[in-house]
């Protein structure tokens, strides 16, 4: 079973920025894709950033520029850099896994993810 935890999520001024963290229990993270979501009050869940398990990775185009996705195998761990933050980034940013091999360039798709965290409230004042 995987296990996602998500951190790093608060309150911040527009223009700063934050990083979000997601630990990963597996036994070995390698070859997994991995994937950031965030869902506003009253909106659906929709994709922000992935990364493949060959390293390739996609943004949405409303964050490209500003955020940026990476990970660290042998840790277990997957990061969202965020910069230049907007109110409109204000939202629950949620972490998630797809299984081993699956996707090589990320997927952008709900659906394809398995496995996800509890969430992270990030809210950004202007």
């Known amino acids: 079973q995987v296990q996602l935890v998500e951190s790093g999520g608060g309150l911040v001024q527009a223009g700063d920025s934050l990083r979000l963290t997601c630990a990963v229990s597996t036994r070995s993270f390698s070859g997994y894709t991995a994937g950031w979501f965030r869902q506003a009050p009253g909106k659906e869940r929709e994709f922000i950033a992935t990364i493949g398990w060959s390293g390739a990775r996609n943004y949405a185009e409303s964050v490209k520029g500003r955020f940026t996705i990476s990970r660290d195998g042998v840790k277990g761990m997957v990061y969202l850099q965020m910069n230049s933050l907007k109110p409109d980034d204000t939202a629950v940013y949620y972490c998630?896994?797809?299984?081993?091999?699956?996707?090589?360039?990320?997927?952008?798709?709900?659906?394809?993810?398995?496995?996800w965290g509890q969430g992270t409230q990030v809210t950004v004042s202007s």
């Open positions: 998630a896994a797809a299984g081993r091999f699956r996707y090589s360039s990320g997927s952008t798709t709900v659906g394809d993810y398995p496995y």
